[in-house]
């Protein structure tokens, strides 16, 4: 049975661990890592100043410090309630965007040199009376090209639907 203290350690394993990846993948500063992934599991209701210190026991210093960093690299927002003085942080939607964005472009780029490479080959082959659309090497780079295309549509249709998402919460 689920229950909220089990739930908690689970979050925070994953706070530890995910927290781990995005300090190495998006070079982060440790606490900044894992600001950012306890935002991520609190999803769009975010967290305040005051629980990001007390769960993620940290200083008051290094949380601002850190919150004040993936602002101004566009990763966390902050929005405020009605009556309620407290600032809410939550990932930025434009972060997800451009997240998205910079994957296409890998891809694309990824597809455009697979591209190069096949032309060359294919030339290589033309030119020493061996061309054979069969051969392995271009097979490869054509079945490549073609993930690619997948990768690049899948991800072009999960943008857009994350800002079909986005645009009806405005």
């Known amino acids: ?5 089990n739930l908690m350690a689970e979050k925070m394993a994953l ?3 995910l927290g781990v990846y995005f300090e ?17 599991l609190n999803g769009i209701e975010g967290a305040t100043f005051e629980e990001l210190t007390e769960k993620l026991e940290a200083s008051k210093s290094s949380i601002s410090t850190n919150l004040l960093l993936l602002q101004s690299i566009g990763r966390v927002t902050y929005s405020t309630k009605c009556g309620d003085r407290k600032r809410y942080f939550k990932v930025s939607p434009n972060h997800i965007i ?3 964005d910079e994957k296409i472009a890998l891809w694309t780029k990824d597809k455009n040199n697979h591209q ?3 032309n060359y080959k294919k030339k290589m082959l033309e030119l020493n009376n061996n061309y054979d659309e069969n051969n392995l090497s271009l ?3 054509t ?11 899948n991800l072009t249709e999960l943008k857009q639907n994350i800002l079909t998402i986005i645009n009806q919460k405005e």
């Open 1 to 5: 049975m689920i229950n909220e203290n």
């Open 15 to 17: 706070v530890e661990e």
């Open 24 to 40: 190495s993948s998006d070079n982060l500063a440790p606490l900044a890592s894992r600001i950012f992934v306890y935002l991520i």
């Open 98 to 100: 451009s997240r998205l």
């Open 116 to 118: 190069k490479i096949y």
């Open 139 to 141: 097979k490869f780079n």
């Open 143 to 153: 079945q490549y090209m073609e993930f690619i295309d997948k990768m690049i549509n």
